[in-house]
């Protein structure tokens, strides 16, 4: 089971987290979205900052990261983290380890369905290969919203058995907050093909099997 409010809805919810809410987390938001939604997922997608500019938009240089991989960078506004957003969602996707950690300190249960998004990028694919090698007995079959909780119910159990990465700081994402175009770039390029990995993982773990 992930997050208490989620198991009740048909849509598998993901929460994105970093530090304001106007770089990272609303950028791979909207990435998350947009993919999703053109795999024909039942995915929402939210985000939050630990210490949010509520209200904000995303810096000019984090939406042209969106608009540039395909995403609507409008309407934005950023929000403060909270333990209901943290209760709500069947998965978390953090920034950084030490993000991961703030979301745990608000509710501990919440270390079984959180992780970086590199981290989770990193062992999606083990455990979408031990899903398919579980043969599916219920009739029908599960929603697609059920199968993706399953996915990281997997991932949860199966994480002890994947090697680290080969520098701890690999799972984290740098801040490109006030920084220049080229580690904006850097930075869009890494959440660029980190959503990419898990929403395929997604279409993987949800397909016919």
């Given at each position: 089971?992930?997050?208490?409010?989620?198991?009740?809805?048909?849509?598998?919810?993901?929460?994105?987290?970093?530090?304001?809410?106007?770089?990272?987390?609303?950028?791979?938001?909207?990435?998350?979205?947009?993919?999703?939604?053109?795999?024909?997922?039942?995915?929402?997608?939210?985000?939050?900052?630990?210490?949010?500019?509520?209200?904000?938009?995303?810096?000019?240089?984090?939406?042209?990261?969106?608009?540039?991989?395909?995403?609507?960078?409008?309407?934005?506004?950023?929000?403060?983290?909270?333990?209901?957003?943290?209760?709500?969602?069947?998965?978390?996707?953090?920034?950084?380890?030490?993000?991961?950690?703030?979301?745990?300190?608000?509710?501990?249960?919440?270390?079984?369905?959180?992780?970086?998004?590199?981290?989770?990028?990193?062992?999606?694919?083990?455990?979408?290969?031990?899903?398919?090698l579980v043969?599916?007995?219920?009739?029908?079959?599960?929603?697609?919203?059920?199968?993706?909780?399953?996915?990281?119910?997997?991932?949860?159990?199966?994480?002890?058995?994947s090697p680290?990465?080969?520098?701890?700081?690999?799972?984290?994402?740098?801040?490109?907050?006030?920084?220049?175009?080229?580690?904006?770039?850097?930075?869009?390029?890494?959440?660029?093909?980190?959503?990419?990995?898990?929403?395929?993982?997604?279409?993987?773990?949800?397909?016919?099997?």
């Open positions: 089971m992930t997050g208490a409010g989620a198991m009740s809805s048909e849509t598998f919810t993901v929460l994105v987290v970093c530090t304001g809410n106007i770089c990272r987390s609303s950028v791979a938001e909207r990435l998350l979205r947009s993919q999703s939604e053109a795999l024909g997922l039942p995915v929402a997608v939210h985000s939050a900052g630990t210490q949010s500019m509520v209200g904000h938009d995303m810096t000019p240089e984090a939406a042209h990261l969106a608009e540039h991989y395909g995403a609507d960078p409008l309407d934005h506004h950023s929000k403060q983290l909270t333990e209901q957003q943290i209760l709500d969602a069947d998965l978390i996707l953090t920034a950084t380890r030490e993000h991961r950690s703030k979301v745990v300190s608000l509710h501990p249960k919440a270390a079984r369905y959180t992780y970086t998004l590199n981290q989770f990028a990193r062992l999606v694919p083990a455990a979408v290969e031990a899903l398919s043969e599916l007995v219920e009739t029908p079959r599960p929603d697609l919203a059920t199968q993706l909780r399953a996915l990281v119910a997997e991932v949860t159990a199966t994480r002890g058995f680290p990465p080969l520098h701890p700081d690999d799972d984290d994402i740098e801040d490109p907050y006030r920084q220049s175009t080229a580690v904006y770039a850097r930075v869009g390029t890494v959440i660029n093909t980190t959503v990419t990995r898990i929403t395929q993982a997604f279409a993987a773990a949800t397909s016919t099997r």
